[in-house]
């Protein structure tokens, strides 16, 4: 496992790890398996760029996600690019695709590689080093599943045979914050809101926060529909709106971001979202926007699709309007504002949590970062 913080280049890190191995091992099949088309779109191009300076000869880029075919055939030397979903879908179609790839294949790629021991997933994973010179490297900037439950994260650590590289600087005892003191990372600034929805938790509702591992949806539904809540979300987004350019909304729902976005357009602000509904198109024209440089501040809101994968620089201010008990959901979704001057961000940037205090919620990208070291350490 592969562990480093968010913003500093796990796969610019893991592209150069797969280059030497195709110009060591030739030829050569390398999978790179990630979950979202920002992510493997990412990949892909990143390789592309990598290999056009490090590669000794023509290799292929085979690109498998979305609507893409899972064709491998005469593909013996190069990287795939598949989604997870799509080797699900593909060993469905085709139950050997898996162990057709796998004969061919002496390096998989996980990306985010926390979800891996998730069942479909690993079944994924499990058919794809069948080989006995097969390697797996996992990247992660949260190498553990939970916050609370040590049994799941040491399974985690146990499929990696609890070998983990992670970055060390010297004189720092915490690699974030040496990043931050350098510039490559925002110095981030936490507060939270605190918002009275006045939801009453049941016996029921009580137990459900206690043994899972988020927030049940039942309550974030609740929460959602809440009108106090949710004018705290939108002056909340309104006072940021007038130190930052580009600020990014966690939503709480698909319903709950079309809401934010449609009240602050009738304030005049600019405001979009994207979700898992969201067409391609849609997707990618109002990214682009977001990402391109503007005289009037955006605010994009979005729901389970930019918690991982998405590279805004500009991005100074997140404002997070789902409560989560996920330490490794929260990470991620602070961790696309907080680019540094050195990765062309911004030198510090805003978090603001709208937290109902009836519900858990977290704060401290240093300490999160390390968060699971004495699972990796255990035997």
């Avoid at 498998?64 to 799509?86: C, H, N, R, S, Y």
């Avoid at 162990?99 to 794809?128: C, G, K, N, S």
């Avoid at 110095?187 to 509702?205: C, H, I, N, W």
């Avoid at 591992?213 to 959602?224: E, G, N, R």
Wanted: glycine letters at 6%; charged letters at 20%.
């Amino acid at each position: 496992m592969l562990h480093l913080p968010t913003g500093v280049g796990k796969t610019r890190t893991a592209m150069n790890v797969i280059c030497d191995h195709l110009r060591q091992s030739e030829p050569c099949v390398v999978v790179w398996l990630a979950r979202g088309r920002e992510l493997l779109e990412q990949a892909a191009l990143e390789f592309e760029q990598a290999w056009s300076a490090l590669g000794n000869r023509q290799v292929i880029v085979r690109r498998m996600w979305g609507e893409a075919p899972a064709d491998i055939d005469g593909f013996t030397d190069g990287l795939v690019v598949l989604g997870l979903d799509k080797a699900t879908a593909a060993a469905k179609d085709d139950p050997v695709f898996l162990e057709r790839l796998a004969l061919r294949t002496t390096l998989t790629v996980f990306d985010e590689a926390h979800q891996t021991i998730a069942p479909t997933y690993r079944r994924t994973v499990d058919a794809l080093t069948l080989r006995s010179d097969s390697s797996l490297l996992g990247l992660t900037a949260t190498p553990g599943r939970t916050w609370q439950d040590l049994s799941e994260d040491g399974r985690l650590a146990d499929y990696f045979a609890r070998r983990k590289v992670m970055l060390e600087i010297d004189g720092y005892d915490n690699p974030v914050t040496a990043l931050i003191e350098q510039g490559y990372l925002a110095r981030p600034e936490f507060r939270t809101v605190a918002a009275d929805s006045g939801m009453k938790l049941s016996s029921r509702d009580q137990q459900a926060l206690a043994t899972s591992f988020d927030i049940p949806d039942a309550l974030i539904t609740q929460l959602a529909e809440n009108t106090q809540w949710n004018l705290q979300v939108v002056r909340t987004i309104l006072d940021l709106s007038e130190q930052h350019r580009r600020i990014l909304v966690f939503a709480a729902s698909v319903a709950h971001s079309r809401l934010i976005v449609a009240i602050l357009s009738i304030f005049g602000l600019n405001a979009d979202q994207i979700t898992a509904e969201s067409s391609t198109r849609h997707r990618a024209h109002v990214i682009k926007r977001f990402k391109s440089p503007g005289p009037r501040p955006m605010i994009l809101s979005n729901y389970g699709v930019l918690t991982t994968g998405f590279d805004a620089p500009a991005a100074s201010a997140a404002v997070i309007a789902r409560p989560t008990r996920s330490l490794v959901l929260y990470s991620q979704m602070v961790g696309r504002v907080i680019r540094g001057p050195k990765a062309g961000g911004t030198p510090t940037c805003e978090v603001v949590t709208v937290v109902d205090p009836a519900l858990p919620g977290f704060g401290d990208v240093a300490e999160a970062f390390t968060n699971w070291e004495d699972v990796w350490g255990e035997r």
